[in-house]
């Protein structure tokens, strides 16, 4: 069984240093480029949280690659998104994609992004291309979606193993497919692959309101999540190990986010996209 640490409680304090400010030298290039292949003809707007999400953490560029409806309406919110394949820096694959519904130019896109040896946050849709990834990786499943891929690799867990013991088959799935991986839930757990000592990071974000149980909100987590890991693109070159950090930071940002957005009530995703900008200020 894989071993489990003691947590850190993830907070502002641990955050800040990894939300990085633009100096004054930064352009759109060096500031982190972020290639967005999400949503579908059936889920659009997937696209348009996820990209919402990142251009309100803070990065340098979005290139998205979606259908044409997807696309539109991704322009239509956010006009300054590119939409015409180029240099990336890392990419956030999967949300609001049905991947048995892909045609083979997308499809390839994918195989392409997953095979680049980028940084790659995987999502939803793209879960199950987990073994493919050849760069560094955060996958971010819920429950079912976790118990449903260590079941697919062989692991007989269920979903209701998994909100029992979080932590636990988090560190699984880490150390099956060497990878970070950000378990969403009331209380989110982020573990990292043990090292050669048996050490790994761990790290424990709750939820701000339980009114973020609703859809498109992980959508936006991955979206923040995306675009952290394309500012810190070469930090993650130079250490692997910097993506437990960063994907604690996101679902604090996403959880502040929340807090913001609902102020005691109901919300909806896009309010929580569009409270990240606050959120960031918080915690710096």
Not at 151 to 177: F, I, L, Q, Y
Request: hydrophobic share 50%; charged share 15%; with cysteine.
């Amino acid at each position: 069984m894989s071993s489990i640490v003691e947590p850190l409680s993830w907070g502002a304090r641990s955050a800040a240093p990894f939300i990085r400010i633009p100096a004054e030298t930064d352009d759109k290039y060096s500031h982190g480029v972020l290639g967005v292949i999400t949503g579908s003809a059936e889920y659009p707007g997937a696209a348009v949280l996820s990209i919402e999400a990142a251009a309100r953490t803070g990065v340098g560029m979005l290139r998205y690659r979606g259908p044409a409806e997807s696309t539109r309406l991704v322009l239509e919110r956010r006009p300054e998104v590119v939409t015409v394949a180029g240099r990336v820096d890392a990419y956030l694959v999967g949300s609001g994609i049905d991947p048995a519904a892909l045609d083979a130019t997308r499809a390839e896109e994918i195989s392409l992004a997953l095979t680049s040896g980028l940084p790659v946050v995987l999502d939803a849709g793209a879960l199950a291309r987990v073994a493919d990834v050849t760069g560094p990786t955060v996958i971010t499943p819920h429950h079912n979606e976790l118990a449903r891929l260590l079941s697919e690799h062989g692991v007989a867990v269920g979903a209701s193993d998994v909100a029992k013991n979080p932590a636990r088959w988090a560190c699984e799935a880490a150390d099956t497919w060497g990878v970070t991986v950000l378990l969403k839930g009331n209380v989110t757990h982020i573990v990292s692959e043990a090292d050669e000592r048996d050490n790994r990071f761990h790290a424990v974000v709750p939820a701000s309101t339980t009114w973020m149980a609703t859809a498109g909100t992980g959508d936006v987590l991955g979206g923040i999540l995306g675009a952290l890991v394309a500012t810190h693109a070469q930090a993650i070159g130079d250490d692997e190990a910097v993506m437990g950090s960063l994907a604690a930071t996101a679902a604090l940002l996403h959880a502040l986010a929340g807090s913001h957005a609902s102020g005691g009530g109901p919300l909806v995703a896009l309010d929580v996209a569009a409270s990240i900008s606050a959120a960031v200020a918080e915690i710096l």
